[in-house]
């Protein structure tokens, strides 16, 4: 009796774990998709957002240029990896990473910002 007993307890604990497993697969952020337009007045508006942000965060006075290209990715919300041109010609690429969560007012969070090869 004993045998079956120790195995129930073994099921009973198992069980939550292989949902929570397949929960946080659905949660997984899905692939990176290229954006097809850069020059689209939303993701422009990322790329100024994420240079105005690292500005003010850090006193420097970098002015955007342009982006150069860029990938999406939906993880609550969207991800948008840019990679930024500068007017500096000392350093003048730059990657961002944006966080962009829906809602009746779209937010914006700078992930990561920092130097990038051409």
Same mark, same amino acid.
């Given at each position: 009796?004993?045998?079956?007993?120790?195995?129930?307890?073994?099921?009973?604990?198992?069980?939550?774990?292989?949902?929570?497993?397949?929960?946080?697969?659905? *949660?997984? =952020?899905? +692939?990176?998709? %290229?954006?097809?337009?850069?020059?689209?007045?939303?993701?422009?508006?990322?790329?100024?957002?994420?240079?105005?942000?690292?500005?003010?965060?850090?006193?420097?006075?970098?002015?955007?240029?342009?982006?150069?290209?860029?990938?999406?990715?939906?993880?609550?919300?969207?991800?948008?990896?840019?990679?930024? *041109?500068? =007017?500096? +010609?000392?350093? %003048?690429?730059?990657?961002?990473?944006?966080?962009?969560?829906?809602?009746?007012?779209?937010?914006?969070?700078?992930?990561?910002?920092?130097?990038?090869?051409?």
């Amino acid at each position: 009796m004993r045998p079956q007993i120790l195995l129930l307890t073994i099921i009973l604990a198992v069980l939550p774990l292989s949902a929570i497993t397949a929960a946080g697969r659905k *949660l997984a =952020a899905g +692939p990176w998709e %290229p954006i097809k337009d850069v020059h689209d007045p939303h993701v422009q508006a990322i790329g100024k957002f994420a240079v105005k942000t690292y500005n003010s965060k850090n006193h420097t006075d970098l002015i955007f240029k342009d982006i150069r290209r860029g990938e999406t990715q939906a993880d609550k919300g969207t991800k948008y990896f840019l990679h930024l *041109l500068m =007017a500096q +010609p000392t350093s %003048p690429c730059y990657a961002a990473l944006v966080l962009e969560t829906p809602g009746r007012r779209s937010s914006l969070e700078l992930l990561s910002f920092e130097r990038d090869t051409c």
